[in-house]
């Protein structure tokens, strides 16, 4: 465990500015800035002997240092053309984010594995990093520029739309230290979004919506480029979603809705010739989420929520059949959070995490059992102007895991956890 580490040091900066002309014309332009600086060490067990007697036991260590800025600027209309009110928004986004990735693997001696027996898993050994034929060293270079506009239209009492669409560029630059490898990648996107909501009454809505994203190939992080991904076009999420919302009264709401999410445009072995990729792997994620939020009284609050998911692959990607459930995804999940403030200076909270089953990986063949974790917390407000805060985690220490990168590499849950904040304004 002690070769095992994780560190991350932030910095984060805000600037944010609004400007009113009249009743009906805002201005808002907003910039952040941030370097994170991330390394972590992990050594873990692999696979198993086909005898089960026998453990690998491997590992690497990552550094990721990434530094952005974006800037977004947000004019919003208010306007009235007899019965329909409008509100339009236009807006532009730049931004520009640069990372450098390091990996190496562990050495033991001069070996990048240990066998270990399952009958005697303790072992000493010192681990060495250093990097393999294969471990990253690259710099890697993203930027976006974007316009967006949106209509939200309100017609009468009852009926309200929104309306809206973001042309998007985007550009990556991949440099790889090691083979002086250089990788470009270039998108422009077009993503509309579009939405109805009607409200037979005041305290109801009923809506459906729909809306389409994208993801450049270099992956979520875009920590990466390949030859091959480089060829690819983005891949292309289309949500569908209905629902409801019921304010029941004294700042408490019931919602609910369901919702369809496909996934596009996804890697996949060509049936023609297996060495060639294309793009033709699909997901779909179905859907059911409610939640209870607000006052109950003006010293208790509750939050609570529900989900019920499935997850599938629809048509076979590289990593999996069509079939497959997709991993990290769990059947069913719960949360409860109550807070109740014995006096304005003083408050306690009580809350519940829970969810079931889901795949470690992609191939489904291990799973990661489902877990109930129970959360606290302390409020206290000393003086006018600071709020302090204790947060309990897993108060009664459960043992579960929580996520995976792979069907051997399983994260934990953290034990019993106490956090301490202070609030200043």
Excluded: C
């Amino acid at each position: 465990p002690s070769v095992s580490t994780a560190e991350l040091r932030a910095n984060n900066g805000y600037v944010a500015a609004e400007r009113e002309w009249g009743s009906r014309f805002t201005g808002r332009n907003r910039t952040l800035l941030s370097s994170y600086n991330k390394s972590y060490a992990n050594v873990y067990p692999g696979a198993v002997s086909s005898n089960g007697s026998q453990v690998t036991i491997t590992g690497y260590r990552n550094r990721h240092d990434r530094s952005s800025i974006f800037n977004q600027t947000d004019l919003v209309l208010t306007a009235r053309i007899g019965n329909v009110a409008h509100t339009l928004l236009a807006g532009s986004e730049f931004g520009s984010q640069k990372t450098l990735n390091f990996r190496e693997t562990g050495f033991f001696g001069t070996a990048t594995s240990l066998t270990v027996p399952l009958s005697a898993p303790r072992l000493i050994s010192n681990v060495v990093y250093r990097q393999s034929a294969t471990d990253a060293d690259n710099d890697v270079r993203a930027q976006v520029a974007a316009i967006y506009a949106q209509d939200q239209i309100s017609i009468g009492k009852h009926w309200q739309a929104i309306v809206g669409v973001r042309e998007e560029a985007f550009n990556i630059r991949y440099y790889n230290r090691r083979n002086a490898d250089k990788l470009a990648r270039a998108d422009r996107t077009t993503s509309p979004r579009a939405g109805l909501i009607f409200k037979p009454v005041d305290v109801i809505s009923l809506y459906g919506s729909v809306s389409v994203s994208h993801l450049p190939s270099a992956g979520d992080q875009f920590s990466s480029l390949t030859a091959t991904t480089a060829t690819l076009k983005p891949e292309r999420f289309t949500n569908r979603e209905l629902g409801f919302k019921w304010d029941v009264g004294s700042g408490l709401s019931v919602s609910s809705s369901l919702y369809r999410l496909n996934r596009e445009n996804t890697s996949a072995p060509s049936p023609v010739d297996p060495t060639r990729i294309i793009q033709t792997g699909r997901q779909r994620s179905t859907g059911f989420e409610g939640n209870l939020a607000g006052n109950i009284t003006p010293k208790w609050q509750v939050i609570a929520g529900v989900a019920n998911q499935s997850a599938e692959i629809i048509d076979r990607t590289i990593a999996s059949r069509a079939g497959a459930t997709v991993p990290l995804v769990p059947g069913k999940t719960a949360s409860f959070w109550t807070r109740y403030d014995v006096t304005p200076r003083i408050g306690f909270g009580l809350g519940l995490v829970a969810q079931s089953n889901m795949y470690a990986a992609i191939d489904n063949t291990v799973t990661l059992p489902g877990f109930e974790r129970t959360d606290a917390a302390l409020f206290f407000a000393p003086v006018p102007n600071l709020r302090a805060q204790v947060n309990l985690e897993n108060v009664f220490n459960v043992r579960y895991f929580a996520s995976s990168n792979g069907n051997n590499n399983i994260l934990p849950g953290a034990p019993r956890t106490v956090r301490f904040s202070l609030r200043i304004f």
